[in-house]
């Protein structure tokens, strides 16, 4: 069982940046793998980025490739997003999310509850 809370959401302007954390319980935390998610409203979730269980592979969506980093600390059970050059388009509540295996294919088998992220134009 793994829980998830996610902080750091808020209010940006366009350009601007902001740093979601998740905090996750278990410990199986350092052999899983990963990810965020997000959904604006009248949306269908997406996948927004990956990490692998030890850190070492990554990987994006392409509408946030090169603004985006995911990074991860095992010693401390966290996950980080790194949102910079934000857009209006990134305005959505964003989930952290562990992955049933060490990498980002699998099922993803436990969610936070969401943290709202809001960007001005």
């Known amino acids: 069982q793994v829980q998830l809370v996610e902080s750091g959401g808020g209010l940006a302007q366009a350009g601007g940046s902001l740093r979601l954390s998740c905090a996750a319980s278990?410990?199986?935390?350092?052999?899983?793998?990963m990810g965020w998610f997000r959904q604006a409203p009248g949306k269908e979730r997406e996948f927004v980025a990956g990490i692998s269980w030890s850190g070492s592979f990554t990987f994006y969506a392409d509408s946030v490739k090169g603004r985006f980093t995911i990074s991860r600390d095992n010693a401390k059970n966290t996950v980080n997003l790194q949102m910079n050059s934000l857009k209006a388009e990134d305005t959505a509540v964003y989930y952290c999310?562990?992955?049933?295996?060490?990498?980002?294919?699998?099922?993803?088998?436990?969610w936070g509850q969401g943290t709202q992220v809001t960007v001005s134009s």
């Open positions: 278990g410990s199986s935390f350092s052999n899983i793998g």
């Open positions: 999310a562990a992955n049933s295996g060490r990498y980002y294919q699998g099922k993803w088998a436990y």
